[in-house]
């Protein structure tokens, strides 16, 4: 056990997956090159949006990554508190787990993915969708699509619900408070007039993210 990290609870209590999850949560010896592959893309990403002086879709980017590490740091949480199972789990194949239900995989790939977001939305904010504002729209389009990503890998058995009311059956749940949430932030960020508050925005973010990830990792032990 010594270069795994498990949390303390009644193994009797914990479901199967989690404890495999435990297993695999920042242990060594997993690393797969293609990570690097993974990560020179996001830092490719980024470096053609700064040769494009393109901050709004950075720091847009930016805000969507830090509101998934917020996400992820109270679903590991959840597991901590409860004792069963965190919101979500992954288990499978990973160069590095990070949280519970984080990968670097998972993190590279939300990295990037507010940036497409925000180059996806349209000049003219006053667009509509079917009806809709058009950022409302392209945000509800892709969070479904994103939920619709995670159904699939939960029956692939590497991605693990384990709530009635967080799970197959309540997936518009899962549709509001796992991504919706996300794209809503990335874009009220790409849209704000002043640089200041974009800045405001991405700062308190990572504050707390970086807080909340020192007290309740390496201070208390909880995640």
Same mark, same amino acid.
């Given at each position: 056990?010594?270069?795994?990290?498990?949390l303390?609870?009644?193994?009797?209590?914990?479901?199967?997956?989690?404890?495999?999850? =435990?297993?695999?949560?920042?242990?060594?010896? *997993?690393?797969?090159?293609?990570?690097?592959? !993974?990560?020179?893309?996001?830092?490719?990403?980024?470096?053609?949006?700064i040769?494009?002086?393109?901050?709004?879709?950075?720091?847009?980017?930016? &805000?969507?990554?830090?509101?998934?590490?917020? @996400?992820?740091?109270?679903?590991a949480?959840?597991? *901590?508190?409860?004792?069963?199972?965190?919101?979500?789990?992954?288990?499978?194949?990973?160069?590095?787990?990070?949280?519970?239900?984080?990968?670097v =995989?998972?993190?590279?790939?939300?990295?990037?993915?507010?940036?497409?977001?925000?180059?996806?939305?349209?000049?003219?904010?006053?667009?509509?969708?079917?009806?809709?504002? @058009?950022?409302?729209?392209?945000?509800?389009? !892709?969070?479904?699509?994103?939920? /619709?990503? =995670?159904?699939? $890998? *939960?029956?692939?058995?590497?991605? *693990?619900?384990?709530?009635?009311?967080?799970?197959?059956a309540?997936?518009?749940?899962?549709?509001?408070?796992g991504? !919706?949430?996300?794209?809503?932030?990335?874009?009220?960020?790409?849209? &704000?007039?002043?640089?200041?508050?974009? $800045?405001?925005?991405? /700062?308190?973010?990572?504050?707390?993210?970086?807080? &909340?990830?020192?007290?309740? /990792?390496?201070? !208390? /032990?909880?995640?």
């Amino acid at each position: 056990m010594g270069s795994c990290v498990i949390l303390p609870r009644v193994l009797s209590a914990v479901a199967p997956f989690t404890r495999q999850a =435990e297993h695999l949560l920042r242990a060594p010896g *997993h690393f797969n090159w293609s990570t690097v592959t !993974l990560l020179a893309l996001v830092v490719y990403v980024y470096a053609v949006e700064i040769e494009r002086t393109n901050w709004s879709a950075i720091l847009a980017g930016l &805000a969507f990554w830090l509101m998934d590490w917020f @996400n992820e740091i109270a679903n590991a949480l959840v597991l *901590h508190f409860n004792g069963h199972a965190a919101l979500w789990t992954v288990t499978g194949a990973s160069s590095f787990v990070i949280l519970i239900g984080l990968t670097v =995989e998972i993190s590279l790939f939300f990295a990037i993915n507010g940036v497409i977001f925000a180059k996806l939305l349209p000049t003219d904010r006053r667009l509509r969708i079917l009806g809709l504002p @058009n950022r409302w729209a392209i945000a509800l389009a !892709l969070s479904l699509i994103s939920v /619709g990503v =995670e159904l699939l $890998l *939960h029956a692939l058995g590497v991605f *693990h619900w384990y709530y009635w009311w967080w799970n197959v059956a309540s997936f518009p749940v899962i549709v509001v408070f796992g991504y !919706l949430t996300f794209y809503v932030v990335a874009f009220v960020v790409y849209d &704000a007039r002043r640089r200041s508050a974009q $800045l405001a925005v991405v /700062g308190s973010l990572a504050t707390l993210d970086l807080s &909340a990830g020192l007290i309740f /990792g390496p201070l !208390l /032990g909880w995640i």
